[in-house]
């Protein structure tokens, strides 16, 4: 983790890893390098497994509103080439998704675009009431990209999420509460404490547990019904094995914290 970048940063504290889009003079938008030096972070946070929690953020008042439409827009000359080598880059919302630690989305001001299908991609969305979301494609000619399409249905249905898209425009943090695609909101002078709280939270919980909830919700994604149930039986009756399982049920008769392991 000791890897410096130039548009972001990236801090561990203990299981939590944080990784701060680093360009607040454009809003976190994504230019230069950010896309492929996001890549190689969450690739190093995901081969990590000490790490349970990833937040993603921005650096000072914004998330990220997608692209640098100036960057990319180029001049009176055709537009600038993107800085990325290759498709695989647009894995960071597959990462995100994917990897086995708990990603959240900790969003205040701009998420839109690229921004917007990274947060979605997330396991959990924390919003600041001073967020601003916006699908925002189609204001720039272009379909979409980062799995938007894929992740949000899942998180507010299908007939909202095609209007998110076809019909772009700006909603707050109530909106995305209400829509059920942030899980929470908070004031903005209590944002960091709520953020603080909800990974200090996570990272609290059992280690193999919530690495095979976290298995369970992506293998459920892909089976049918009693396939998963058959699955999901063997990992359970996997994890009463484990000495954090006897310790859990323990420290629940005995009213006291549980010391977990990881084993």
Not at 43 to 72: M, N, S, T
Not at 217 to 242: C, N, V
Request: some cysteine; charged content about 25%; glycine content about 10%.
């Amino acid at each position: 983790m000791s890897q410096t970048y130039e548009t972001l940063l990236v801090d561990r504290q203990g299981a939590v890893a944080t990784v701060s889009l680093n360009r607040p003079d454009k809003r976190n938008s994504i230019g230069g390098a950010m896309m492929v030096e996001l890549y190689e972070a969450l690739r190093a946070i995901a081969a990590d497994g000490e790490i349970r929690v990833v937040v993603l953020r921005g650096q000072g008042a914004d998330f990220c509103p997608g692209a640098d439409i100036k960057h990319y827009g180029g001049s009176d000359a055709a537009p600038a080439r993107p800085a990325w080598s290759s498709t695989r880059e647009f894995d960071v919302a597959v990462m995100l998704h994917e990897m086995s630690a708990v990603t959240i989305a900790a969003i205040s001001g701009a998420c839109a675009g690229a921004g917007f299908g990274w947060a979605c991609a997330c396991d959990l969305r924390l919003a600041s009431e001073t967020a601003k979301f916006n699908t925002a494609f189609l204001d720039v000619g272009v379909g979409g990209d980062m799995g938007g399409p894929w992740t949000l249905p899942r998180l507010v249905g299908a007939a909202k999420a095609r209007e998110l898209y076809f019909l772009p425009g700006k909603f707050d943090a109530a909106e995305a509460y209400r829509i059920g695609l942030v899980a929470r909101v908070a004031a903005a002078g209590d944002f960091e404490a709520e953020l603080s709280a909800l990974t200090a939270r996570l990272a609290r919980a059992a280690p193999l547990a919530i690495r095979t909830m976290k298995a369970n919700f992506l293998a459920a994604e892909k089976m049918g019904f009693s396939d998963y149930i058959a699955l999901e039986s063997e990992k359970h009756m996997r994890l009463f094995q484990t000495e954090d399982t006897t310790e859990a049920f323990k420290a629940f008769v005995e009213k006291r914290a549980p010391v977990f392991k990881g084993r």
